[in-house]
């Protein structure tokens, strides 16, 4: 990747996080004097981790406030061979994001635990582009509406003629799928409803670096050769 025109804003040292609790995180930057607009992040992460979302990565653009953070969260998780999720923050609540396959399209990715993998953001007005290893693997809009959801496949329904018993169980499992797709569209709904009344363009704002935690159980993020580039406007 070519950096474009612009200067170097701080190398940080090599740090550790450690963040247990549901939904937890702990983040980093001993460089919280510096705001940015247009920028470059980039950082070597070795990890541990355990749970989806659970995952490491950075804090862009944040304001800062503790009581109702608006700010966009890039983190990278071992779910699935490797994903990157994008979130994006307002009043502390994430109202819309991205997830986009890494391994897909870096196939050096590597998910599994105590492994490296580099992290490059760049971001530019309202886009952001991001880079796995040094392959960009896609780009995100911010204040894109969350997308529908995928919803699971209905149960099969057994021929007319089946036993009692094969009905039966067709059924409950009907009656339990109509549940999760009753949920998935509420959440969904709540979703939009928040998105339509949420600020989600951020112009500037700090950044830091970041461990996630979804399960409770203690996510670790290694953080090595991290740095921040201001970019001209």
């Not at 796995?132 to 894109?144: R, Y």
């Not at 339990?176 to 509420?186: F, G, H, P, R």
């Amino acid at each position: 990747m070519i950096l474009p025109e612009g200067k170097l804003a701080q190398v940080h040292p090599p740090v550790t996080l450690d963040a247990s609790g549901y939904h937890h995180y702990e983040y980093v930057n001993y460089y919280l004097g510096t705001l940015v607009t247009d920028f470059v992040i980039s950082a070597d992460i070795t990890w541990n981790t355990v749970g989806s979302t659970s995952g490491c990565g950075f804090v862009l653009r944040s304001d800062g406030n503790q009581e109702a953070l608006n700010q966009y969260v890039a983190i990278i998780t071992r779910v699935a061979s490797g994903h990157f999720l994008f979130g994006t923050m307002s009043k502390g609540e994430v109202v819309t994001g991205r997830d986009i396959y890494a391994r897909y399209r870096d196939k050096s990715f590597d998910w599994s635990n105590d492994s490296t993998n580099r992290l490059t953001i760049v971001g530019r007005g309202n886009r952001f582009w991001v880079y796995t290893n040094g392959t960009l693997i896609g780009e995100v809009d911010p204040s894109a509406p969350p997308p529908s959801p995928a919803l699971p496949p209905e149960p099969e329904k057994p021929h007319p003629n089946a036993d009692p018993a094969a009905m039966a169980a067709y059924q409950a499992q009907k009656a339990e799928y109509d549940l999760i797709v009753q949920q998935m569209k509420a959440d969904y709904a709540a979703r939009q409803r928040a998105f339509n009344s949420a600020e989600t363009v951020f112009e500037r704002g700090f950044v830091a670096m970041v461990a996630l935690s979804e399960s409770g159980r203690s996510t670790v993020c290694t953080f090595e050769n991290a740095w921040l580039f201001l970019i001209d406007n």
